[in-house]
């Protein structure tokens, strides 16, 4: 069974500091992971996926992650925040058909 | 653009009073997913449809039903809503089943039960 965790669920960064969100996945097969991102009361927007092409994927917003199979993690970062980048972000882990396995989920603040 | 469409965006309903969300989509994709997410939680997967197969997740209570007439819409029935099931139901999409297909996400229904 596929999991993940997301370490921190709450984090607050400074306008134009950089960006780090935890994940760490379990999966029994190489793992298909996800970071999603919810406005309130938005529904989830796709912000990159990692499918084992790259290991450094680049996503929308200026976002990127990447795979480190080593430590089993899949860290979200943005150079710079942006005071729109403040939202709910949730790392996920794809399992049997096509079903999401979901973070806790971490609730980004940013400040100017 | 395609898109996932929920209506109503709010909702709100009696205490063991059925109500029906509604989900569209114009992406064509095989697969429809339901979840229910509460306050400050991750969503949760109540069913999903493969084309016309329905799938039903095992700790998904009797009292939410789906249906998925057509390729395009995909309904999701409460039978009698209890105070417990007032959250945000989202309709997802994906254009099929595997391990690589993200997942698409509508706006999201908030029901609230009085």
């Known amino acids: 069974a596929q999991s993940v965790t997301q370490l921190g669920s709450h984090v607050s960064v400074s306008e134009g500091a950089l960006v780090l969100l935890r994940c760490n996945y379990s999966s029994s097969v190489p793992p298909y992971l996800f970071w999603y991102v919810q406005y309130p009361n938005q529904g989830l927007q796709l912000l990159l996926k990692y499918t084992s092409a790259a290991t450094l994927v680049k996503g929308i917003n ?24 403040a939202a709910e972000y949730f790392c996920a882990v794809s399992g049997t058909a096509s ?9 980004l603040q940013v400040t100017l | 653009d395609a898109m996932v469409i929920q209506n109503p965006r709010y909702q709100v309903t009696q205490f063991g009073k059925p109500v029906t969300l509604s989900c569209s989509q114009t992406l064509n994709h095989n697969v429809m997913y339901w ?8 969503p949760k997967l109540l069913f999903h449809y493969y084309d016309k197969d329905f799938n039903n997740e095992a700790d998904t209570p009797d009292n939410f039903q789906s249906r ?27 254009r099929d089943r595997g391990l690589a297909y993200e997942q698409y996400f509508g706006p999201g229904t908030r029901l609230t039960v009085t």
């Open chain 1, 99 to 107: 079903k999401l396995t979901f973070g806790t989920g971490t609730r």
């Open chain 1, 62 to 85: 200026g976002f990127e992650a990447e795979f480190k199979k080593s430590e089993t993690s899949f860290h979200l970062t943005k150079p710079s925040a942006h005071m729109s980048d």
């Open chain 2, 68 to 94: 998925r007439p057509n390729t395009s819409f995909c309904f999701l029935d409460i039978r009698s809503p209890g105070l417990g099931d007032a959250a945000m139901y989202l309709c997802a999409t994906s």
């Open chain 2, 35 to 42: 979840y229910q997410q509460k306050s400050s939680q991750a």
